[in-house]
């Protein structure tokens, strides 16, 4: 198991910028894919980005162009830049690892309100 903690969630106007730390406790680089998800009250969760041990990205509709997944591999974390933020991202933002395919790891999530 991989323990993940997210950060930097929190309050903003529309327009505005946010971005979102996940911190693991493993190597990021013996993990195969690392992603962001969000739940919205009432709907289920959905993957917002997603990036490879390679590098490749990907990104669901509504946030490609906005949004961007990066990696540290020196400090084991994967950050979400989020800008030009809209109401309809308020969400709970989720962090994902995972390894091979039986081995999926969460963090609890951080809370992301786009508001004015």
């Known amino acids: 198991q991989v323990q993940l903690v997210e950060s930097g969630g929190g309050l903003v106007q529309p327009g505005g910028s946010l971005r979102l730390s996940c911190a693991s406790s493993r190597s990021i680089y013996t993990i195969d894919v690392m992603g962001w998800y969000r739940q919205a009250p009432g709907k289920q969760r959905e993957l917002v980005a997603g990036i490879t041990g390679g590098g490749s990205t990907n990104y669901a509709d509504p946030v490609k162009g906005r949004f961007t997944i990066s990696r540290d591999n020196a400090k084991n974390t994967v950050y979400l830049q989020m800008n030009s933020l809209k109401p309809e991202d308020t969400a709970v933002y989720y962090c994902?690892?995972?390894?091979?395919?039986?081995?999926?790891?969460w963090g609890k999530g951080t809370q992301v309100t786009v508001s004015s």
């Open positions: 994902n690892a995972a390894i091979g395919v039986s081995s999926s790891s």
